[in-house]
T-cell receptor, first 113, second 113 residues
Framework: ETGVTQTPRHLVMGMTNKKSLKCEQH?????MYWYKQSAKKPLELMFVYSLEERVENNSVPSRFSPECPNSSHLFLHLHTLQPEDSALYLC????????????FGPGTRLTVL | QKEVEQDPGPLSVPEGAIVSLNCTYS??????FMWYRQYSRKGPELLMYTYSSGNKEDGRFTAQVDKSSKYISLFIRDSQPSDSATYLCAMSTGSSNTGKLIFGQGTTLQVKP
């Protein structure tokens, strides 16, 4: 595997389900990000982890719970989601620092029924 | 007012045309400017990166930054059907050690053979 991988690629869940999204980066980076991409809207930064520590949480509802067990893996735990949470969820990683190119995974297309 | 404004399009051009994509922004502290390209069902990938004002050229692509007008552009010469994608502008102040980026909405480009 190379770059940033995400699983699953597609997920359909009911509002009462609990599911998790997984991201893995094979680039040796030390910062990882979760973004939400909705139609006709800019990418929304949700969480940032730097050296496995959460350094940014952009007022995301508590039904989204991130976890970063090590510098290569990032999870997004989902529970009691709403239909408006349906979107493409993108994971990215970078070397960190003032500016570093962010490398994106292919995303998980989430549909909440 | 959004920090970054980008016309979502869609923009449709014939093959071989010169394409101009633009973003305006309101935060004068932005110093790092990027263009990402996103193909359907893929994550964004970095296309061009510019620091502060000026031009940068890479093959058929030219990025311009005019900080006095708070305006950035991406030009594509001799456009090809393979250039059909969504183009996202992104910016950073450089003040965050997490490399936080602010994205535009994205412009969808279709190049017709």
């Amino acid at each position: 595997e190379t770059g940033v991988t995400q699983t699953p690629r597609h997920l359909v869940m009911g509002m009462t389900n609990k599911k998790s999204l997984k991201c893995e980066q094979h680039l040796g980076h030390n910062a990882m990000y979760w973004y939400k991409q909705s139609a006709k809207k800019p990418l929304e930064l949700m969480f940032v982890y730097s050296l496995e520590e959460r350094v940014e949480n952009n007022s995301v509802p508590s039904r989204f719970s991130p976890e970063c067990p090590n510098s290569s893996h990032l999870f997004l735990h989902l529970h009691t989601l709403q239909p408006e949470d349906s979107a493409l969820y993108l994971c990215a990683s970078s070397q960190g620092g003032i500016y570093n190119e962010q490398f994106f995974g292919p995303g998980t297309r989430l549909t909440v029924l | 007012q959004k920090e970054v404004e980008q016309d979502p399009g869609p923009l449709s051009v014939p093959e071989g045309a010169i394409v101009s994509l633009n973003c305006t922004y309101s935060n004068s502290a932005f110093q790092y400017f990027m263009w990402y390209r996103q193909y359907s069902r893929k994550g964004p990938e970095l296309l061009m990166y510019t620091y502060s004002s000026g031009n940068k050229e890479d093959g058929r692509f030219t990025a311009q930054v005019d900080k006095s007008s708070k305006y950035i552009s991406l030009f594509i010469r001799d456009s090809q059907p393979s250039d059909s994608a969504t183009y996202l502008c992104a910016m950073s102040t450089g003040s965050s050690n997490t490399g936080k980026l602010i994205f535009g909405q994205g412009t969808t480009l279709q190049v017709k053979p």
